[in-house]
């Protein structure tokens, strides 16, 4: 699982799923990478994560704001409900 949203997670995920290649030759495992958000974010917000973080990468309160928001007990109980 990964999210395309910048800072080298792709190629993070593809470098792991070559090492897995190299260390178990011949497709003893098979890796796919999945971008969690795009593909499976069930609907807003959790399917509009990849042009959201590159806003948030930009305004840095906003991320602020939404990491912090995220750990508090309304924002645990809201990821906790849309995503059951």
């Known amino acids: 699982l990964m999210s395309d949203t910048g800072g080298g997670h792709r190629a993070s995920a593809n470098a792991l799923r070559d090492a897995l290649d190299e260390l178990f ?16 974010g069930p609907f ?18 906003l991320w602020k704001f939404f990491f912090e928001f995220g750990a508090t007990p309304l924002g645990l109980f809201l990821n906790e409900f849309f995503l059951e």
Do not use: L
């Open 25 to 40: 030759p011949g497709g003893r495992i098979k890796c796919d990478i999945v971008d969690i958000y795009t593909e499976y």
């Open 44 to 61: 807003f917000p959790y399917d509009s994560y990849v042009p959201a973080y590159k806003i948030m990468a930009e305004y840095s309160f």
